[in-house]
């Protein structure tokens, strides 16, 4: 960021410098371990960006984490914190509203950051009341943000801001610090739902304790269920089935995520589902020995099984080949066959 002429370096005090009424603090936080372990041995290295204002104060700019790191101590007296003293680059009272913005757009460091999409909703918001075009925004402030320079993804984030929006003013919408989390890749699925269904889609979201990829294939199975039922969302996500899975409040994050979509994945593709569940059956009736493992292909499009065998010697080799000779010991040869030509079948069916 380069400083030009107009702009002053001072030094000033935490109550000349103004935080509540300041339009730029976009992503509210804390400190990363590093930035308050770099902080604590070597003090504040970058002066802070403020702008000045009526009345003898600054508004900051950029900076707000540094300086709520210090301005908040609880070992330091209230007289002892209006005395500190920080370095600050000082923008002139005479820019714009735009102009700072767009300063203070060239301090994010996009870079390995993923922004909370509620927060980049909120920014967009601003940036237009600021001034900012709509192509202004595609090209220059999307690509600052880590997005795509895409006007359809700008309009999909400001169609997101007006769902969250309706959602505050009727006070359903509840800010917890995972919501908070979720990148604009996960909220954004959200949209597929109506308005009416957002309170149930983000209580899921907080119930699976998921994002990412597994979180939108998980949506994308939801909204193809409901739509196949011609139920809503919420509705499908109160089956008994599904509430049987929520009520086992001691499973593991992972295990209610794959219990959850096997259980979409079976209203969504039913046929597939009772192929699985039949080839399932098939396979625990061979009763295969340990270190045996038998396996489809995931949407049996072909007619191949995959047998692996875990081998530590010859030995085990001939013991694991005359088992799939024989079968099990609680089998006969001819019900081990039948067994197994039973399987085959479930493959060729069309």
Not at 12 to 33: C, R, S
Request: charged share 25%; aromatic share 8%; net charge negative.
């Amino acid at each position: 960021m380069k400083i030009t002429p107009a702009w002053n370096i001072s030094t000033l005090t935490v109550g000349q410098i103004e935080t509540d009424e300041t339009p730029f603090d976009w992503f509210p936080g804390a400190l990363t371990e590093n930035e308050l372990s770099s902080i604590k041995h070597n003090g504040i290295l970058l002066p802070l960006l403020v702008q000045a204002a009526a009345d003898s104060k600054y508004l900051l700019v950029d900076g707000f984490k540094r300086f709520s790191y210090f301005a908040t101590q609880t070992k330091v007296s209230l007289h002892e914190k209006q005395a500190l003293e920080f370095s600050c680059i000082v923008l002139p009272e005479s820019l714009s509203m735009k102009e700072v913005a767009g300063i203070r757009l060239q301090t994010l460091a996009a870079a390995g950051v993923v922004f909370s999409a509620i927060q980049v909703c909120r920014m967009l918001k601003k940036m237009l009341a600021y001034g900012f075009e709509k192509d202004e925004i595609v090209r220059d402030v999307l690509p600052r943000l880590g997005l795509k320079s895409s006007v359809r993804l700008l309009r999909q984030l400001l169609d997101l801001q007006e769902m969250l929006l309706v959602q505050e003013q009727h006070q359903q919408f509840v800010q917890t610090d995972f919501l908070m989390s979720l990148a604009c890749e996960d909220l954004l699925p959200v949209l597929k739902f109506s308005q009416n269904e957002f309170t149930g889609i983000v209580t899921l979201a907080e119930k699976m304790e998921v994002s990412g990829k597994k979180w939108r294939n998980l949506l994308q199975v939801l909204d193809e269920v409901s739509r196949l039922k011609q139920l809503s969302a919420i509705e499908v996500l109160n089956f008994p089935e599904i509430l049987e899975i929520f009520g086992r409040t001691s499973l593991q994050a992972p295990v209610r995520y794959r219990l959850l979509k096997q259980q979409l994945d079976a209203w969504r593709y039913p046929e597939l589902s009772d192929l699985r569940k039949r080839f399932e059956q098939g396979r625990q009736r061979l009763k295969l020995a340990p270190r045996m493992s038998l396996e489809s292909e995931a949407f049996f499009e072909n007619d191949d099984l995959t047998l692996t065998l875990k081998i530590r010697s010859y030995e085990e080799l001939r013991k694991h080949l005359k088992y799939l000779e024989h079968g099990a010991h609680e089998l006969t040869a001819e019900k081990s066959q039948e067994i197994w030509n039973d399987l085959f079948a479930v493959l060729q069916e069309d």
